[in-house]
């Protein structure tokens, strides 16, 4: 039995992944803003689900994520899974700005918290649900794509500082495509299911990939964007 955080669990992909490790016997600790989603998630899993809710952009977040772990009883698994973003055609700075709240500084804090406990008990799995946009500059939500870009690069650099330590210490970069949820905004392909996302998220970091591509063909779309040439990409983008 893991004992695994999610912040950002009251909907879509944080959601399923609960109750997914809940069904599975593990001990989850589930958060985001909206209280009552918390509560109907731990009236369905009473003896598998513990709740902590709190604003994963504000300054108090080690507190929150210390009382939770605590709560559990310790602490094998953080996943990030909070994120938010909009179009932005006109370049709206309130957008922008409570983008790179949650998919940056939120982001920060957290991963810093679950680092710090990680290497002290000398062992741990961190995981970021980023996105497939990571990959290149977006014209329709630019602060999204930076930020999730921040997120991958910054997994990416984690991973190789883990494998340093040469201790237990695991690093998965979760790059979802569309996946059917409020989230999903502008023109879409190959939208997958909450379901079969979260399903293929679990076994992704069951096997303690540090990168993984969600669902799995979406692999072919982040090679093809980092390949593409900027004077091909900047005219199709
Ligand atoms: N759906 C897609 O097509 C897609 C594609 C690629 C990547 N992703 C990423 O997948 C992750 C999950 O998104 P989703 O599609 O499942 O959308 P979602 O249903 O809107 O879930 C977003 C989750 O983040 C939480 N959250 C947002 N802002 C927060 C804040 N300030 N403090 C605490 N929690 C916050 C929300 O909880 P509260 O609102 O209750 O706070 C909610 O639980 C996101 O990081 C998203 O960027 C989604």
Same mark, same amino acid.
């Given at each position: ?10 909907? #879509?992909?944080?959601? =399923? ?6 069904? =599975? ?7 985001? +803003?909206?209280? =009552? ?6 009236? *369905? ?6 709740? =902590? ?31 938010? #973003?909009?179009?932005? *055609? *006109? ?44 990959? +290149? ?18 997994? *990416? ?40 996302? %979260? +399903? ?10 540090? +990168? %993984? ?25």
């Amino acid at each position: 039995m893991q004992k695994i955080i999610i912040i950002g669990a009251t909907s #879509g992909i944080g959601r =399923e992944l609960a109750r997914i490790y809940a069904a =599975e016997g593990h001990l989850v600790g589930v958060t985001g +803003r909206r209280r =009552e989603l918390l509560d109907s998630l731990r009236q *369905e899993f009473p003896d598998h689900i513990l709740t =902590e809710c709190f604003d994963a952009t504000a300054s108090d977040t080690p507190q929150y994520l210390t009382t939770l772990t605590n709560k559990l009883g310790g602490l094998d698994m953080l996943i990030y899974n909070a994120g938010w #973003g909009d179009l932005t *055609e *006109e370049l709206d700075w309130t957008v922008d700005k409570a983008t790179v709240d949650i998919n940056v500084n939120g982001f920060l804090a957290a991963i810093h918290f679950g680092w710090r406990h990680f290497v002290s008990q000398g062992h741990g799995h961190l995981v970021t649900i980023s996105s497939i946009a990571a990959n +290149r500059g977006n014209r329709h939500s630019p602060a999204y794509s930076a930020g999730k870009a921040f997120q991958s690069t910054y997994f *990416e650099g984690l991973h190789i500082k883990a494998r340093k330590l040469g201790i237990p210490l695991y690093v998965s970069d979760i790059q979802p495509g569309f996946v059917a949820t409020k989230m999903a905004k502008g023109p879409q392909f190959w939208v997958a299911p909450v379901d079969k996302a %979260a +399903r293929q998220i679990v076994a992704a970091v069951r096997r303690k990939k540090w +990168r %993984a591509y969600i669902t799995r063909r979406w692999w072919l779309v982040a090679k093809l964007a980092r390949w593409m040439p900027d004077f091909i990409y900047h005219r199709i983008g």
